[in-house]
């Protein structure tokens, strides 16, 4: 299928064959989804996460739910992984879109759809769309990562890369859905999406027996709502409990302020959760299910993916780790000698952000430490000091020295330097040895700035 880009506002593209002008989006033009009315949500029921996991069973993979023999001990808490980055695309979309696209009229499976998204809705959509022969037009913003733009393409969906945000895509997929009659598919709120992502839910309680709690990361919501529909209708005592990253609490904020509010977005090494208005028919569903709300910082969910890579050797993206943060973060003290389940649930993370995870969460984790210290610089003095972080077994990743700004002695030298130990404790051993020896240690996230 050919994939078009617009880039211009003057600029037409293609979609399953017809030219559609960008140029007749209008701001002031008035685009509504029906199927996610905010005066009139849909509250999702059991029977319909049912009906989804029959439609289904063939086309979605059962994603093994294991317990993790080091992580509970490591955190005191029965953990059992959902893993869902397992599924073909790599995320829990694809339970959700490929029922949208099986629930679809025949008409409407012919004409084809479309959706707004910059990366795992829209990976499920191009794939499910291909094995079911439906027509999948998806509309992704330029931030959107190039490995997911072109992975789209290559399960069959028409692209179209358009707009700085992802509320700019929605408006154009939402315009091109009302000129070409192509059904718009919300990826978090579309009623048959929350009955889908509810599949994951059932499969939980199937797998893992005498459940205390399951802790579930949101976004737009659209996963919470209905695997927790699924799980209280089947357990009512079993305590769900939503993660989101501090970064965009929006579904914290709904549900304080009882109705759906909008909240700012920051950058988050979980981008899967940073949006700023969740859905209001996820909202309607999830309210009552849901026992307890916690927020979680970057650190931890940088920490999460460490542990992941290194103890269960999984790949898993910032969003997928959100629930694990939270335990490592210490918020949900009361989870300690319970049985607990946390889905996994994604993968897609670009190698190069991963990179950068692996270090945020070594410094998080104390191994990877950074200092500032003023070093005689008389022959000898930077080797001292080398001498002194070899003896503690520390390894030295990186050195840096510099003159020209110190300026209390002409005859020392200011040193940076990155190191790597064995942790906090390690660590803490090498700060001390080092306040010992030298009269100006500048230890930690601003020492790099100089003293």
């Given at each position: 299928m050919p994939a078009e880009e617009a880039t211009s506002p003057s600029e037409g593209v293609q979609v399953n064959g017809h030219l559609e002008k960008s140029s007749s989006i209008s701001s002031e033009e008035e685009l509504f989804d029906p199927m996610c009315d905010p005066e009139n949500p849909i509250v999702v029921k059991f029977q319909d996460v049912s009906a989804a996991a029959y439609k289904i069973r063939n086309g979605i993979e059962r994603t093994p739910c294991t317990k993790s023999v080091q992580l509970s001990a490591l955190t005191g808490i029965d953990l059992h992984f959902k893993k869902e980055f397992l599924q073909q695309t790599g995320s829990f979309k694809e339970r959700g879109a490929r029922y949208t696209l099986m629930a679809l009229t025949k008409e409407q499976q012919k004409i084809g759809v479309v959706a707004a998204s910059a990366g795992n809705h829209a990976l499920a959509l191009s794939y499910h769309g291909n094995q079911l022969g439906i027509p999948v037009t998806v509309v992704m913003p330029i931030i959107a990562p190039l490995m997911k733009v072109n992975l789209c393409r290559q399960y069959g969906g028409n692209v179209i890369v358009k707009g700085a945000d992802i509320g700019v895509s929605r408006s154009h997929a939402l315009k091109i859905g009302k000129d070409t009659g192509?059904?718009?598919?919300?990826?978090?709120?579309?009623?048959?999406?929350?009955?889908?992502?509810?599949?994951?839910?059932?499969?939980?309680?199937?797998?893992?027996?005498?459940?205390?709690?399951?802790?579930?990361?949101?976004?737009?919501?659209?996963?919470?709502?209905?695997?927790?529909?699924?799980?209280?209708?089947?357990?009512?005592?079993?305590?769900?409990?939503?993660?989101?990253?501090?970064?965009?609490?929006?579904f914290t904020e709904s549900m304080k302020a009882g109705k759906v509010v909008t909240v700012g977005a920051q950058s988050t090494l979980a981008d899967g959760l940073a949006v700023p208005t969740v859905g209001v028919n996820a909202f309607a569903t999830a309210r009552n299910y849901i026992d307890q709300m916690v927020t979680v910082g970057e650190e931890f969910i940088a920490l999460a993916i460490l542990r992941l890579v290194e103890m269960e050797k999984a790949v898993v993206e910032g969003a997928g780790a959100t629930g694990l943060a939270a335990v490592l973060a210490g918020l949900l003290p009361e989870l300690k000698g319970k049985r607990v389940v946390i889905p996994l649930c994604g993968g897609n993370i670009d190698t190069t952000v991963l990179g950068r995870c692996i270090e945020r969460g070594l410094a998080a984790d104390g191994r990877?430490?950074?200092?500032?210290?003023?070093?005689?610089?008389?022959?000898?003095?930077?080797?001292?000091?080398?001498?002194l972080i070899a003896k503690l077994g520390v390894s030295l990743k990186d050195i840096f020295h510099e003159r020209a700004w110190l300026t209390s002695d002409i005859f020392s030298v200011q040193t940076k330097c990155i190191v790597e130990t064995r942790g906090h404790e390690h660590a803490d051993e090498l700060r001390r040895a080092l306040e010992a020896q030298y009269q100006n240690v500048f230890w930690g996230p601003h020492s790099l700035m100089g003293p």
């Open positions: 192509m059904v718009y598919i919300n990826g978090y709120d579309h009623p048959h999406i929350l009955a889908g992502q509810g599949t994951m839910g059932l499969e939980i309680v199937e797998q893992v027996s005498d459940i205390d709690a399951v802790v579930i990361p949101i976004g737009g919501g659209g996963l919470i709502a209905g695997s927790a529909l699924a799980i209280k209708s089947l357990y009512p005592s079993v305590k769900v409990i939503g993660v989101e990253s501090e970064r965009c609490a929006g990877l430490c950074r200092f500032v210290v003023t070093v005689s610089d008389r022959p000898g003095g930077i080797a001292e000091l080398c001498k």
